[in-house]
C-alpha cells in the first residue's frame, strides 16, 4: 500500500482522499492547516487527518518524508512550496493549479527532481489537454484546437447565472490573469474575459470567453504544428459582461479579497452542477480539411456513499487517475510530465478516469 499526502481539505482535496482510501491501495493522510476544515471534511473512513501549516517548510518536510506522492488541491499561490518540499524529499509531486507562474516554476524544480513532477491534473487544466492531445494525433497536419469547458450549475437563479462550485481564488485568478494562445501560428497573450462567443449544446446556448491556465503546457507542445489553438470558459449568457464590470469599472481585479468576499456572501453553493468538455480539432487528413469534436457532459453524483458535485467528481478523477497510472508504472517516474503525454484510452479505462466515461461517446467528425 503507498502512502499518499493530499494538502488541502476543501472539497476537491476531501473527495480525493476519500477515493483513494476507498481503492484500497493508497495509505490516505489529508493535511490542511485548519482543524476546522479537517473536521468537516468528508473524507470517510481510512483516511488520517493532519492539521499542519504547510508554510512551516520543516514540518512539511516531516510530514512527507516516506511517501510515495504528495497531491496538491490547496490554493494557487502555495503550491510551489509543496513542490519544492516533495522535490527535496524524493516524493512524486502531482497537482491541479492553473496558475502559469507556478507551472513554470514546477517544471524549473523538474530539471534536478528524482521524482515525478505532474501538474495541472484536474480538469481544465488536465483532462482537457488529454482529449485535445488524442484528437489531433489523428489528423496528418492541424489546422485549429479550439478547447472549451465549463462547471456550471444545473438551475441558475441569479444575474450572473453562476453558483460557487470549486476555489473561488481559483476563479478569481482565471479571470484575471493573461491566457496563452497561438493565433496565426504566433505564440502569443490575450486578455481574460476577451473573445466573447456564444454556442449550442443539446437545446442550450452558452457563452464562452477566455481565461486563463485552461491550457496547460499545450502551446509549447503544438506551437509550430497550428495555427490556431485557445482555450475558454463556458458560462451562460450575460455572466461574462457582470465579471467585466466588477474586475474592470469598478476595479476588483485590484482588490481581489473584496470580490471574494461578496461572490462568497453572495452566490450560493450547489451540488446540482454539470461539466461540459467541448474540444474541436480541424486539419488535414488524407489531403482533405477535417473536423472532430468530443463533446461530454458530467453531472454531479453520489461517490464514496457521499453526494459529489460534478466538479468535484471530474477534478478528482483527473488527479486519482494519473496517481494510478504513475504508480502502475505507466508514466515516467521521473521529471516534468505533461497531461498531453497521457493517453485517453488508458485514461478512461482507469477506475478513477471511468467517471469521464461514456459508452455511447463517438467523436463527432465533419
Known amino acids: 500500500m503507498k502512502k499518499v499526502a493530499v494538502v488541502g481539505a476543501g472539497k476537491i482535496g476531501s473527495t480525493i482522499a476519500s477515493q483513494l482510501a476507498g481503492s484500497g491501495d493508497y495509505a490516505v493522510t489529508l493535511i490542511d492547516a485548519s482543524p476546522a476544515a479537517l473536521a468537516q471534511a468528508q473524507a470517510g473512513p481510512g483516511v488520517a487527518l493532519q492539521a499542519l501549516d504547510i508554510q512551516n ?6 510530514a512527507l518524508a516516506g511517501h510515495f506522492a504528495v497531491l496538491s488541491a490547496a490554493p494557487y499561490h502555495l503550491t510551489t512550496r509543496i513542490a519544492e518540499c516533495a522535490v527535496d524529499a524524493g516524493v512524486h509531486y502531482l497537482d491541479l493549479t492553473e496558475d502559469v507562474a507556478s507551472t513554470r516554476r514546477v517544471k524549473e524544480l523538474a530539471a534536478r527532481a528524482r521524482s515525478a513532477l505532474i501538474p495541472q491534473c484536474g480538469l481544465a487544466p ?3 489537454s488529454i482529449v485535445a492531445a488524442d484528437l489531433c494525433r489523428r489528423f496528418d497536419s492541424l489546422h ?9 450549475p444545473q438551475y441558475p437563479s441569479n444575474a450572473l ?14 479571470y484575471c490573469e493573461p491566457c496563452e494562445a497561438i493565433a496565426e501560428g504566433v505564440l502569443c497573450q490575450v486578455p481574460p474575459l476577451a473573445e466573447h462567443e456564444e454556442f449550442s449544446l443539446d437545446g442550450v446556448t452558452y457563452e464562452a470567453f477566455n481565461t486563463s491556465g485552461g491550457l496547460g503546457t499545450l502551446c509549447e507542445t503544438l506551437l509550430g504544428q497550428v495555427t490556431t489553438l485557445n482555450y475558454k470558459t463556458i458560462r451562460y449568457p450575460g455572466h461574462a459582461a457582470i465579471m467585466k464590470a466588477l474586475l474592470n469599472d469598478l476595479r ?7 470580490l471574494k468576499d461578496i461572490l462568497e456572501n453572495a452566490l450560493p453553493a450547489t451540488l446540482q452542477d454539470v461539466v461540459i468538455v467541448f474540444v474541436t480539432v480541424s486539419g488535414l487528413k488524407n489531403g482533405r480539411l477535417m473536423q472532430e469534436t468530443y463533446a461530454h457532459k458530467v453531472y454531479s453524483q453520489v461517490s464514496g456513499g457521499v453526494m459529489r458535485s460534478a466538479i468535484q467528481v471530474t477534478t478528482s478523477a483527473g ?12 508514466l515516467p517516474t521521473r521529471g516534468f510530465v505533461r497531461q ?10 482507469n477506475r478513477f478516469g471511468s467517471a469521464y466515461a461514456d459508452k455511447s461517446r463517438m467523436p463527432i467528425a465533419a
Open 57 to 62: 517548510r520543516i514540518a512539511l518536510d516531516v
Open 126 to 128: 488536465g483532462f482537457i
Open 144 to 152: 485549429s484546437v479550439r478547447m472549451r469547458v465549463g462547471a456550471l
Open 161 to 174: 447565472n453562476y453558483n460557487l462550485t470549486w476555489s473561488t481564488d481559483g476563479v478569481i485568478n482565471e
Open 252 to 258: 476588483l481585479r485590484d482588490r481581489r479579497g473584496i
Open 319 to 330: 488527479i486519482c487517475t494519473v496517481l494510478d497510472l504513475l504508480a502502475s508504472g505507466r
Open 340 to 349: 498531453e503525454d497521457i493517453a485517453l484510452d488508458d485514461f478512461l479505462a
